[in-house]
């Protein structure tokens, strides 16, 4: 079932994500390039997410996020520091 989604509930999720995005930045440095491909990943699925809000795509953009996030996540266990 589709529900109404919330332009400001997207942009908060996005803002959250921002942050678990700079957190693993921050924390995977250069010290792992593995972890570090798994944030590239992650910080351009952001910025399509981001593009996707701005263009009005609001699923799209949360879809993307969601992946973002995960992948972010993803960076961060493969240096254990998962949140």
Known sequence: MNR???RETIRDTLEKTDALLKRADERIGSRDAS?????????????????????GELRKSLAL??????LAREALAQINDAD
């Open 4 to 6: 109404p989604v919330d």
């Open 35 to 55: 972890a570090r491909a798994i944030y590239n990943r992650a910080a351009t699925r952001q910025r399509e997410a981001w593009q996707s809000f701005e263009r």
């Open 65 to 70: 996020t969601r992946v973002a996030r995960n």
